[in-house]
């Protein structure tokens, strides 16, 4: 026996109580019963005599089991439905067995209305599901026509996505090359001038946020390796040459002045094409310097 319960809302008014079962059957204590009808026989005597009379069968019509006693002792519990209840109250044929036939009559009206509530709460739930069910369909659909309708765009976008990352990848080449043939130019300058520049005013550019840095040093190169730590992308696209630290120093600050408005960060400047332009200018304007004075 799991929980007690009455059919009834108080439990003043139900004689005998009736138990709901772990298989979810409502039972009735035999015991309880005997002691209800005021039945003068023992009880083991009482309902093993009307078990074998009325061919009461275990399982269809009564649940029996050993009880464990707080003496240790052990008794034969018997669980009966309350359709067998009913009828060994009918055949007691007294006013208790009177009493409680009626009260079992008014158990199976109060179960049957239980059952009916159950039914239309049930009903009711699947109903809410089926729309619950509908509306899921329905947004379902949706999402699918606007994947089917926006998916193409997605697609497309990402495409245009691949082909600016391409045309960056081919520019950025393209820059490396420069970068190069800068460098072996200015090798070349050195060289046919018979001397190393003193210093450099070099540019150093930044390909994933598009900056470039300006500063000088005698050892350009050097500066370069400093910040590959930092990002190992940096590209020197300039290597501006200067006859002197001091002439490096000034041109360096003359430029940082000039392009003050597209400063960045620190030495960093978001340089223009034409920019670009003015640097490879100075540039030929220093080598022109340095070959005079050689």
């Known amino acids: ?80 439905s309350i359709n067998m209840a009913k009828e060994l109250a009918m055949v007691e044929n007294n006013h208790q067995g009177k009493k409680a036939r009626q009260y079992f009559i008014s158990c199976e009206d109060k179960l049957k209305q239980i059952q009916e509530l159950i039914i239309q709460q049930q009903f009711d739930s699947l109903q809410s599901l089926e729309k619950d069910i509908a509306n899921n369909r329905n947004d379902v659909d949706n999402i699918m026509k606007f994947l089917n309708t926006e998916f193409p765009r997605v ?13 960056l990848e081919a520019k950025l080449s393209t820059e490396n090359k420069t970068l190069e043939n800068t460098v072996e130019r200015v090798d070349k300058i050195e060289e046919t001038l018979g001397f190393k520049a003193v210093a450099h005013i070099y540019i150093i550019f930044c390909p994933r946020r598009r900056w470039y840095k300006i500063g000088s040093s005698h050892n350009a190169k050097g500066r370069k390796k400093a910040f590959d730590v930092i990002d190992a992308n940096l590209v020197i696209i300039l290597e501006i040459p200067v006859f002197s630290r001091d002439e490096a120093y000034n041109q360096e600050t003359t430029l940082k002045k000039r392009f003050i408005t597209k400063h960045q960060q620190g030495e960093w400047y978001a340089l223009d094409e034409n920019d670009l332009a003015y640097l490879k200018s100075l540039e030929q304007s220093n080598i022109k310097h340095l070959t005079q004075m050689a």
């Open 155 to 167: 697609k497309e976008y990402f495409e245009y996505v691949d082909g600016r990352i391409d045309d």
């Open 1 to 80: 026996m799991n929980n007690k319960v009455s059919i009834f809302a108080n439990d003043v008014q139900a004689p005998i109580k009736v138990e709901l079962h772990e298989n979810g059957e409502y039972f009735v204590s035999a015991r309880e019963l005997h002691e209800f009808l005021e039945i003068k026989s023992k009880f083991a005597d009482w309902i093993k005599n009307r078990i074998e009379k009325y061919d009461f069968s275990e399982i269809s019509d009564y649940i029996s089991f050993s009880k464990i006693l707080e003496n240790g002792g052990r008794e034969i519990q018997y669980c009966l």
